[in-house]
Nanobody, 121 residues
């Protein structure tokens, strides 16, 4: 099955930007719903952004206007551009994929290993 590998996490000060990448082992564009989730210590995993097979995007209210999800079909890569970062954005970020499930609930069947994002005040 498809394997996902995230990269691009790191430490940044509040107000800064990061771009996360998620590279898939095979072609996923238009065949899968792709999403970014995050999980902070002691908290449940929450959906951040989704891009459906038809290109429609959905964002959590907490990141609307600051984060942008996109994908490059030629590179089999999903991106999450994160701007105006806040300390509350600190979490492990995961990408996920599923042929059938789509949305901000963490029921996807394929997950990456995660990349840490730390935002300091």
């Amino acid at each position: 099955q498809v394997q996902l590998v995230e990269s691009g996490g790191g430490s940044v000060q509040a107000g800064g930007s990061l771009r996360l990448s998620c590279t898939a082992s095979e072609y996923t564009y238009s065949n899968y719903c792709m999403a970014w989730f995050r999980q902070a210590p002691g908290k449940e995993r929450e959906g951040v952004a989704v891009i459906a097979g038809d290109g429609r995007t959905t964002y959590a209210d907490s990141v609307k206007g600051r984060f942008t999800i996109s994908q490059d079909a030629a590179k089999n890569t999903l991106y999450l551009q994160m701007n105006s970062l806040k300390p509350e954005d600190t979490a492990m970020y995961y990408c996920a994929a599923d042929r059938l499930i789509c949305g901000l609930v963490p029921r996807y069947r394929i997950w990456g290993q995660g990349t840490q994002v730390t935002v300091s005040s």
